[in-house]
C-alpha cells in the first residue's frame, strides 16, 4: 500500500471529522472519555501522556482534567519539527502552554519539567484512521511512530468507530497501539 492511499483516507477522515455536528462530536467524546475511565489500563497508570486536542480532534481537555482530579500526573508533548520528534514536559497548568505553528498549544518549555519516556505510563496516542491490530494513520508527520519505536510502556488511541477500516496501509516503521477504545465498547 502506497503512501497516495494513506493520504486519501486521511483527507477523507479530515473530511468526516470536520463536517460532524457539535451534538455528535460531543455525544461521541462523552462515550470515549467515559469508556476511557472504566479502562483497566486508566485505573491502573498513574501518569497519562495525552496531546492538547485542537479543532476536529477529539477534545482532550475533560480527559486531562480527569486525570488532574484522580491525582495522576500528565504529560504534553512538545514537538522538534526539524527532528519530527516530540519531547513531553509535566502539565500542572493551562498557563504552560504557548501556542506555536499551526496554533498548536505545546508547554513552554522553560516552565515544565521535561521527561524522559519511560516516565509515562499510559500514552494516548491521537490518529485519524485506525483497525483492529490498531495501526494508525496520523496526521502524516511521523512523530509518534518515531516516539513508540522505543516506548516502553501502554499505548491506547480512542477512535469513533466510523474511524475503523479493515485494514490500514502499512509500512516498516509503523507501529500499532496496544488497545483501541471505542465510544461502543472498550476492547
Known amino acids: ?68 482530579d484522580e491525582g495522576k500526573i500528565v504529560y504534553v508533548p512538545k514537538c522538534l519539527p526539524k527532528q519530527k520528534q516530540l519531547i513531553f514536559y509535566r502539565f500542572e497548568s493551562y498557563d504552560q502552554l504557548e501556542v506555536v505553528y499551526y496554533n498548536l498549544q505545546e508547554p513552554k518549555a522553560d516552565e515544565t519539567l521535561r521527561v524522559e519516556k519511560d516516565v509515562i505510563e499510559l500514552l494516548l496516542v491521537p490518529g485519524l484512521v485506525f483497525d483492529e491490530r490498531g495501526y494508525r494513520i496520523g496526521f502524516g508527520g511521523g512523530y509518534y511512530d518515531r516516539f513508540l519505536i522505543d516506548f516502553p510502556n501502554q499505548t491506547i488511541s480512542l477512535v469513533a468507530t466510523f474511524q475503523l477500516i479493515d485494514q490500514v496501509p502499512t509500512e516498516a516503521f509503523d507501529i500499532p497501539v496496544e488497545q483501541i477504545i471505542t465510544e461502543k465498547t472498550c476492547q
Open 1 to 68: 500500500m502506497d503512501a497516495l492511499q494513506k493520504s486519501e483516507l486521511r483527507k477523507e477522515m479530515i473530511s468526516k471529522l470536520k463536517n460532524m455536528t457539535a451534538e455528535m462530536k460531543q455525544e461521541i467524546e462523552g462515550q470515549l472519555a467515559a469508556n476511557l475511565y472504566q479502562s483497566e489500563v486508566w485505573q491502573c497508570a498513574k501518569s497519562i501522556g495525552i496531546t492538547i486536542s485542537q479543532g476536529m480532534e477529539w477534545n482532550t481537555k475533560p480527559i486531562i482534567e480527569k486525570a488532574w
